[in-house]
């Protein structure tokens, strides 16, 4: 992808869908909440579950013996990695995304990616050429989506900790269903939706653009340490016959999801 070009009006004007055909779209709890609670399906009529070899924080297991699994955006007709997105509609020769202001929120950050304290463009991305700028760089709106993705990959890994635990203490031989497994994460998001209702719309920008950004001497915390703490306590009052999870390290030391898209 070119950035040297002016950016278009609307730099989905001219896309060819290509983002929408060639990856497995990763989705994050808030995402099948979202997309379920917004479009009023259910999460097996658009994700899909799959067994993954590297570790990740999102990877959830429904057996104690069992694989590590994640989730994505399943496929129009037969699974193909190169198939439309179940969501992609045609009009007029033009495709376009059928859930745009619901997409998941690897969606919303694409093309861009995290490089320090700055925003860089996605290797490889498959935007038209001239869709962006290096003025998109700089531009609030874009840092604000990239954190979101980052902050909502890492809240992710906290509720799929807790459930893991569960299925831990469950121990070898029972298998939970991957039903189960979307009602707990409804269950939990309904909650977060609750607690994030409670932060002023200003909060909540705080808490956002400044995510995974350190402490330093002398001066406040940033506002998400303290978001954090009050999500990991909400997550650990699921399944109180579990202990509460042992304090996790900083998020900032967690990889990027976007690099996955």
Same mark, same amino acid.
């Given at each position: 992808m070119s950035a040297a070009a002016?950016?278009?009006?609307?730099?989905?004007?001219?896309?060819?869908? =290509?983002?929408?055909?060639?990856?497995?779209?990763?989705?994050? =709890?808030y995402d099948v909440w979202l997309i379920t609670t917004r479009q009023r399906l259910r999460p097996e009529q658009f994700a899909l579950a799959y067994p993954i070899e590297d570790q990740r924080t999102e990877g959830f297991k429904l057996a104690a013996d069992g694989p590590e699994l994640?989730?994505?955006?399943?496929?129009?007709?037969?699974?193909?990695?190169?198939? *439309?997105?179940?969501?992609?509609?045609?009009?007029? =020769?033009?495709?376009?995304?059928?859930?745009?202001?619901?997409?998941?929120?690897?969606?919303?950050?694409?093309p861009f990616v995290s490089k320090g304290l700055d925003l860089s463009f996605r290797a490889r991305a498959?935007?038209?050429?001239?869709?962006?700028?290096?003025?998109?760089?700089l531009a609030p709106?874009?840092?604000?989506?990239?954190?979101?993705?980052?902050?909502?990959?890492?809240?992710? =890994?906290?509720?799929?900790?807790?459930?893991?635990?569960r299925v831990e203490?469950?121990?070898?031989?029972r298998e939970l269903s991957l039903g189960e497994y979307y009602t707990y994460l409804i269950n939990v998001y309904d909650r977060l939706a609750a607690l994030d209702g409670e932060l002023e719309p200003d909060e909540w920008e705080r808490v956002v653009m400044t995510w995974r950004?350190? *402490?330093? *001497?002398?001066r406040p915390e940033p506002p998400w340490i303290d978001y954090v703490d009050r999500v990991r306590a909400l997550v650990?009052?699921?399944?109180?016959?579990?202990p509460p999870l042992a304090e996790r390290p900083m998020f900032a030391q967690t990889a990027s999801p976007l690099g996955r898209v």
């Open positions: 002016p950016a278009a009006a609307n730099p989905c004007a001219t896309c060819n869908a =290509g983002c929408c055909r060639r990856y497995l779209v990763p989705l994050c =709890g994640a989730l994505t955006l399943d496929k129009q007709g037969e699974f193909r990695i190169n198939g *439309p997105c179940v969501f992609l509609l045609s009009f007029g =020769g033009q495709d376009r995304c059928g859930i745009y202001a619901d997409r998941p929120v690897v969606c919303h950050a694409y498959l935007c038209p050429d001239g869709a962006w700028s290096d003025r998109d760089l709106r874009r840092r604000r989506d990239v954190n979101r993705a980052e902050m909502q990959y890492d809240i992710y =890994g906290e509720v799929v900790a807790r459930w893991n635990a203490a469950i121990g070898a031989g950004t350190m *402490p330093l *001497p002398d650990d009052g699921f399944y109180p016959d579990i």
